[in-house]
């Protein structure tokens, strides 16, 4: 399968989950180091350059997080603005999918769409490992 046909079948399957949602705005995927693989329609460059950037930094306080608490893997990160959720999931082939959806929409709905779409992950996205970490 080519590039260009793995990307076309990502942001379709990108559509597809905010098309399942009422309230859904985007949904992008990334790489670990923030290089965007896909987004759903609508998303332009400075958009998906903003987005890479903070879902970056939503990645690195999350892992952070499960690091200093010491219970295992980092799997989401949910953000509750007044009038907004940003779900944030990484997927087991190491891509992170990040979700933007409106304060009146279910929040329950998307939070099992996201699981759905992280589960199926590996049929869209290619594998990224872990670095190996050195002994000290």
Excluded: K
């Excluded at 399942?20 to 995927?29: D, L």
């Excluded at 953000?79 to 959806?101: D, K, P, Q, Y």
């Excluded at 996201?114 to 190996?132: C, K, R, S």
Aim: glycine share 12%; net charge negative.
């Amino acid at each position: 399968m080519t590039p260009a046909l793995i990307a076309d079948n990502l942001g379709r399957a990108l559509d597809n989950l905010v098309d399942r949602v009422p309230g859904a705005q985007f949904a992008v995927v990334l790489s670990p180091d923030g290089i965007m693989l896909g987004a759903s329609r609508g998303i332009d460059d400075e958009l998906a350059e903003q987005l890479s950037a903070m879902v970056c930094g939503l990645q690195a306080l999350g892992m952070a997080a499960a690091q200093v608490c010491g219970e295992g893997e980092l799997h989401q990160v949910v953000v509750h603005m007044s009038r907004a959720f940003l779900f944030h999931a990484t997927t087991g082939n190491g891509a992170i999918l990040t979700v933007g959806i409106d304060g009146e929409a279910e929040v329950g709905d998307m939070a099992y769409e996201v699981a759905m779409f992280v589960a199926q992950a590996g049929d869209h996205l290619p594998v990224y490992l872990e670095p190996a970490v050195a002994d000290a």
